[in-house]
């Protein structure tokens, strides 16, 4: 088994009408279909009533690329685009 890499998100969703409990319940189902850990939940607002949802999470580096995790997420009907803003190793 190899390291792992803490993996920073940010989800953009479609409108501010957007039901945000809905998609990171579907964001839930996602990560743990890619034996994700230790995922954490923030909701940051952006403009105009629009907020994002910040997601911190494991994986094994061993799985690779997060492309599909990213286009998995992407796919969510209400999703407008999804960014990996952060990737670190984690220590320990």
Same mark, same amino acid.
């Given at each position: 088994?190899?390291?792992?890499?803490?993996?920073?998100?940010?989800?953009?969703?479609?409108?501010?009408?957007?039901?945000?409990?809905?998609?990171?319940?579907? *964001?839930? =189902?996602?990560?743990?279909?890619?034996?994700?850990?230790?995922? =954490?939940?923030? *909701?940051?607002?952006?403009?105009?009533?629009?907020?994002? !949802?910040? !997601?911190?999470?494991?994986?094994? %580096?061993?799985?690779?690329?997060?492309?599909?995790?990213? =286009?998995?997420? @992407?796919?969510? %009907?209400?999703?407008?685009?999804?960014? !990996?803003?952060?990737? @670190?190793?984690?220590?320990?």
């Amino acid at each position: 088994m190899g390291a792992k890499v803490i993996i920073k998100m940010k989800v953009m969703p479609e409108s501010p009408e957007t039901n945000l409990t809905n998609v990171q319940d579907q *964001i839930k =189902q996602i990560l743990n279909k890619y034996d994700a850990k230790g995922e =954490q939940f923030q *909701i940051e607002p952006i403009a105009f009533g629009l907020h994002a !949802i910040i !997601i911190n999470f494991l994986i094994d %580096e061993d799985n690779g690329s997060t492309d599909p995790i990213e =286009q998995d997420i @992407s796919n969510i %009907e209400d999703v407008r685009g999804v960014e !990996i803003t952060g990737v @670190s190793r984690a220590l320990g």
